[in-house]
């Protein structure tokens, strides 16, 4: 072997060697920050709660019970404001989450929504409009209010409920005139101007992370509600089968429970939300499929 093809090798080794021990450099500069509470619930409707640290080992665990009898939970998030859990059924219903106790509660008003189509969907709320977001079936794309699981209307000036513009990449994305499947949604907290949020969304076909809509700031502002989307980077993780992920208030901690194809179980990530990279932290419970991720605030 010559000279120079050990230095190559070399070489080589060391370059190996820094993108492994990078790797971990992004969590670990977060754990100082990393939310302490965070839940998943299955699609048995097992409730489960843990501390992202340590993934696998459940804290809590409680049956969810009280949905209508055809509804299955695709989705929960906590209404920061409030301090509550709310839960999508795959009916378009809307309930309110007694974390305790696992007891449902139909959010009064809250009826099957007509443009719900096959899922998994994406769930978050928009902590600037306190709205209820929901991504993903077909491209769907609408927003519900909280307090009685109506539709928000898109256009006013047009007869009857519009739901928002379906999902879409930007003509100037890499990926446009691609279909996006968006099945993850989570905003962003900004602490100097609560009016302000960026929402990001996972797109399982492309295992990438997106943003729907422009980041907080951009000019020209593109809203969330048109539907466009932008690729921000890919998650690392190869095609992923489902997804749920949430954004911690305050620190904007972004977290993501991942079915990827390449693992059986479902894992727990950290999203780094300027690049779209991926840390996983650890198998999420028992590791089954989750429906539904939120961090308690």
Same mark, same amino acid.
């Given at each position: 072997?010559?000279?120079?093809?050990?230095?190559?090798?070399?070489?080589? !080794?060391?370059? !190996?060697?820094?993108?492994?021990?990078?790797?971990?450099?992004?969590?670990?500069?977060?754990?100082?920050?990393?939310?302490?509470?965070?839940? !998943?619930?299955?699609?048995?409707?097992?409730?489960?709660?843990?501390?992202?640290?340590?993934?696998?080992?459940?804290?809590?665990?409680?049956?969810?019970? =009280?949905?209508?009898? $055809?509804?299955?939970?695709?989705?929960?998030?906590?209404?920061?404001?409030?301090?509550?859990?709310?839960?999508?059924?795959?009916?378009?219903?809307?309930?309110?989450?007694?974390?305790?106790?696992?007891?449902?509660?139909?959010?009064?008003?809250?009826?099957?929504? #007509?443009?719900?189509?096959?899922?998994?969907?994406?769930? $978050?709320?928009?902590?600037?409009?306190?709205?209820? %977001?929901?991504?993903?079936?077909?491209?769907?794309?609408? %927003?519900?209010?909280?307090?009685?699981?109506?539709?928000?209307?898109?256009?006013?000036?047009?007869?009857?409920?519009?739901?928002?513009?379906?999902?879409?990449?930007?003509?100037?994305?890499?990926?446009?005139?691609?279909?996006?499947?968006?099945?993850?949604?989570?905003?962003?907290?900004?602490?100097?101007?609560?009016?302000?949020?960026?929402?990001?969304?996972?797109?399982?076909?492309? =295992?990438?992370?997106?943003?729907? =809509?422009?980041?907080?700031?951009?000019?020209?502002?593109?809203?969330?509600?048109?539907?466009?989307?932008?690729?921000?980077?890919?998650?690392?993780?190869?095609?992923?089968? #489902?997804?749920?992920?949430?954004?911690?208030?305050?620190?904007?901690?972004?977290?993501?429970?991942?079915?990827?194809?390449?693992?059986?179980?479902?894992?727990?990530?950290?999203?780094?939300?300027?690049?779209?990279?991926?840390?996983?932290?650890?198998?999420? =419970?028992?590791?089954?499929?989750?429906?539904?991720?939120?961090?308690?605030?």
């Amino acid at each position: 072997m010559s000279k120079s093809n050990v230095r190559q090798r070399v070489i080589g !080794a060391t370059l !190996a060697m820094s993108v492994v021990f990078a790797a971990p450099a992004f969590a670990e500069s977060s754990m100082s920050t990393m939310p302490t509470s965070v839940w !998943a619930i299955d699609d048995q409707h097992k409730l489960i709660n843990v501390n992202p640290k340590q993934p696998s080992n459940v804290k809590k665990s409680v049956q969810v019970t =009280g949905l209508a009898e $055809d509804d299955k939970i695709i989705g929960i998030d906590f209404r920061v404001a409030y301090g509550d859990m709310y839960a999508l059924a795959n009916t378009g219903r809307i309930y309110l989450i007694n974390f305790n106790t696992g007891e449902a509660t139909l959010v009064p008003g809250s009826s099957p929504v #007509d443009y719900m189509a096959m899922g998994p969907y994406g769930f $978050d709320f928009n902590p600037a409009a306190d709205k209820l %977001r929901v991504v993903g079936g077909k491209n769907r794309n609408l %927003r519900l209010h909280p307090e009685t699981g109506g539709i928000v209307d898109f256009d006013k000036t047009v007869p009857a409920t519009q739901v928002d513009p379906k999902l879409a990449y930007s003509e100037s994305d890499q990926f446009a005139g691609e279909l996006p499947d968006i099945v993850a949604a989570g905003y962003t907290y900004n602490t100097k101007d609560s009016k302000l949020t960026t929402n990001y969304a996972i797109d399982r076909r492309n =295992g990438m992370l997106v943003m729907q =809509g422009t980041k907080e700031g951009a000019t020209p502002s593109v809203s969330p509600n048109l539907g466009v989307l932008y690729s921000v980077g890919h998650l690392g993780l190869g095609a992923i089968r #489902d997804a749920s992920m949430d954004i911690s208030d305050v620190n904007n901690v972004a977290l993501a429970a991942i079915l990827s194809s390449q693992n059986e179980h479902t894992v727990l990530v950290e999203v780094d939300l300027d690049t779209g990279r991926s840390y996983t932290l650890g198998t999420l =419970g028992s590791g089954t499929h989750y429906t539904g991720f939120a961090i308690e605030p």
